[in-house]
């Protein structure tokens, strides 16, 4: 979020773009492979993002601080690398804090208007350290139950730790802000991401556990995944908790209403990732080896799509809808006036005309993406896309399903 993102904010100005589609924001850890879609908390930020260069201008960092920057690969990132650089500076930022350095009333401010999710969250990491990075269901049965009297203790005893974790929550925002203002002084949006599911091993779960499917011993019942397709003969099995619709509709949508407003603190418009469980979810028994067990369960999208209207009525909600859709999903989007995605990529095949994706194909209420948001990468540096492209560094438009003569033909209309 320090001047390179400043930057590239100049670069999609001066190219005459208008948006800027990121990856979900949230914290990310070496355990899931560093996915934003497997996080601790789908309200918090994620503290690696924060700018050193920037803390230095808050006189939280001396220059100094900075001299001995590891050399970090210029393809990739190497986040164990990255986590253990800024560990020491973040402490170091903090430990100024505490000294009287920085933003205090801000902070105090921050934290009173985050009280929801904020200490529960910041917490939740210092136990997670506190126990080796053991999975919440395995700690202690009074800290697991969140019995108050067994977490008064705790967060007596962590105390300095809880504060850091509120502390980088803090200057994440107080960083992220000013950036998504000079975005906006130049005509640009942002369009956030939001999974549609959150991890078991979250602070959303431990604290909220009334809202997810989880058995009296706080398991999950049933988890989330997709059918076999063509990309699995076995589907997806991702393991995420499913919702207590129930309980959900009892509370009116609010933690949905909330998460919504947290994300749209940071964004102009939020995609939902795999809108489709919104409306139907495939429910797979929990300890299934694979998703092929599993049966589609309706979700009540409509119910909880006009509490998000009443509350944002401009509806500024992006369906991701690629992969099959089904009539019942088509529908919603369009009760609501729900923009779905199209991917550019996925464009330039012999069908065009059949081809959804490609732009002479498009509807109204369509959002274009030149990409998807993850493309795997194999070892030779390729990125394959399953019975399409392989994009390399050179050679985008080879592969099988994709002509070069019609991506140039269809290219040259667009412009």
């Given at each position: 979020m320090g001047p390179a993102a400043y930057r590239f904010a100049d670069f999609l100005a001066r190219a005459r773009q208008k948006y800027w589609q990121i990856l979900p924001l949230n914290p990310t850890s070496t355990g899931h492979d560093n996915s934003p879609y497997n996080s601790f908390s789908a309200f918090a930020a994620n503290p690696l993002l924060i700018s050193p260069e920037l803390l230095v201008r808050e006189g939280l960092l001396n220059q100094e601080d900075l001299a001995s920057v590891p050399e970090f690969p210029e393809d990739s990132v190497d986040y164990t690398k990255v986590?253990?650089?800024?560990?020491?500076?973040?402490?170091?930022?903090?430990?100024?804090?505490?000294?009287?350095?920085?933003?205090?009333?801000?902070?105090?401010?921050?934290?009173?208007?985050?009280?929801?999710?904020?200490?529960?969250?910041?917490?939740?990491?210092?136990?997670?350290?506190?126990?080796?990075?053991?999975?919440?269901?395995?700690?202690?049965?009074?800290?697991?139950?969140?019995?108050?009297?067994?977490l008064d203790v705790e967060r007596t005893e962590l105390a300095k730790e809880i504060e850091q974790e509120q502390f980088l929550q803090f200057q994440f925002q107080s960083q992220w802000l000013p950036l998504r203002a000079y975005c906006s002084e130049q005509g640009i949006r942002i369009i956030g991401d939001m999974p549609i599911y959150v991890d078991y091993d979250s602070a959303d779960v431990w604290t909220h556990p009334e809202l997810f499917r989880l058995d009296t011993g706080l398991r999950p019942v049933v988890v989330a995944g997709v059918p076999p397709d063509y990309f699995s003969a076995t589907g997806q099995l991702w393991r995420n908790p499913l919702y207590a619709w129930d309980e959900h509709r009892r509370t009116g949508f609010s933690w949905w209403i909330r998460r919504l407003e947290r994300a749209l603190t940071f964004s102009d418009y939020v995609r939902i990732d795999h809108f489709r469980g919104l409306v139907a979810c495939w429910e797979v028994p929990a300890g299934a080896d694979t998703a092929i067990r599993g049966q589609w369960v309706p979700a009540p999208a409509e119910e909880l799509l006009s509490a998000v209207k009443v509350r944002f009525p401009k509806m500024p909600v992006i369906a991701e809808d690629l992969g099959i859709i089904t009539p019942d999903v088509r529908e919603i989007m369009t009760k609501f006036n729900l923009p779905g995605m199209r991917v550019l990529l996925f464009a330039f095949t012999d069908d065009l005309a059949g081809n959804p994706h490609a732009p002479i194909t498009f509807r109204k209420m369509s959002s274009c993406t030149p990409v998807p948001m993850i493309i795997p990468r194999y070892g030779d540096g390729s990125r394959q896309l399953p019975g399409r492209l392989i994009v390399s560094g050179s050679d985008s438009t080879s592969g099988p399903g994709c002509r070069p003569e019609i991506c140039r033909k269809h290219l040259s209309g667009l412009r």
């Amino acid at each position: 979020m320090g001047p390179a993102a400043y930057r590239f904010a100049d670069f999609l100005a001066r190219a005459r773009q208008k948006y800027w589609q990121i990856l979900p924001l949230n914290p990310t850890s070496t355990g899931h492979d560093n996915s934003p879609y497997n996080s601790f908390s789908a309200f918090a930020a994620n503290p690696l993002l924060i700018s050193p260069e920037l803390l230095v201008r808050e006189g939280l960092l001396n220059q100094e601080d900075l001299a001995s920057v590891p050399e970090f690969p210029e393809d990739s990132v190497d986040y164990t690398k990255v986590e253990r650089f800024k560990k020491v500076l973040f402490t170091h930022a903090c430990e100024q804090f505490r000294h009287g350095r920085g933003d205090h009333a801000g902070y105090d401010r921050f934290c009173r208007e985050n009280a929801g999710w904020l200490s529960d969250f910041a917490l939740f990491v210092a136990l997670h350290r506190k126990f080796h990075d053991r999975t919440w269901a395995d700690w202690p049965e009074e800290i697991r139950y969140c019995r108050p009297d067994a977490l008064d203790v705790e967060r007596t005893e962590l105390a300095k730790e809880i504060e850091q974790e509120q502390f980088l929550q803090f200057q994440f925002q107080s960083q992220w802000l000013p950036l998504r203002a000079y975005c906006s002084e130049q005509g640009i949006r942002i369009i956030g991401d939001m999974p549609i599911y959150v991890d078991y091993d979250s602070a959303d779960v431990w604290t909220h556990p009334e809202l997810f499917r989880l058995d009296t011993g706080l398991r999950p019942v049933v988890v989330a995944g997709v059918p076999p397709d063509y990309f699995s003969a076995t589907g997806q099995l991702w393991r995420n908790p499913l919702y207590a619709w129930d309980e959900h509709r009892r509370t009116g949508f609010s933690w949905w209403i909330r998460r919504l407003e947290r994300a749209l603190t940071f964004s102009d418009y939020v995609r939902i990732d795999h809108f489709r469980g919104l409306v139907a979810c495939w429910e797979v028994p929990a300890g299934a080896d694979t998703a092929i067990r599993g049966q589609w369960v309706p979700a009540p999208a409509e119910e909880l799509l006009s509490a998000v209207k009443v509350r944002f009525p401009k509806m500024p909600v992006i369906a991701e809808d690629l992969g099959i859709i089904t009539p019942d999903v088509r529908e919603i989007m369009t009760k609501f006036n729900l923009p779905g995605m199209r991917v550019l990529l996925f464009a330039f095949t012999d069908d065009l005309a059949g081809n959804p994706h490609a732009p002479i194909t498009f509807r109204k209420m369509s959002s274009c993406t030149p990409v998807p948001m993850i493309i795997p990468r194999y070892g030779d540096g390729s990125r394959q896309l399953p019975g399409r492209l392989i994009v390399s560094g050179s050679d985008s438009t080879s592969g099988p399903g994709c002509r070069p003569e019609i991506c140039r033909k269809h290219l040259s209309g667009l412009r």
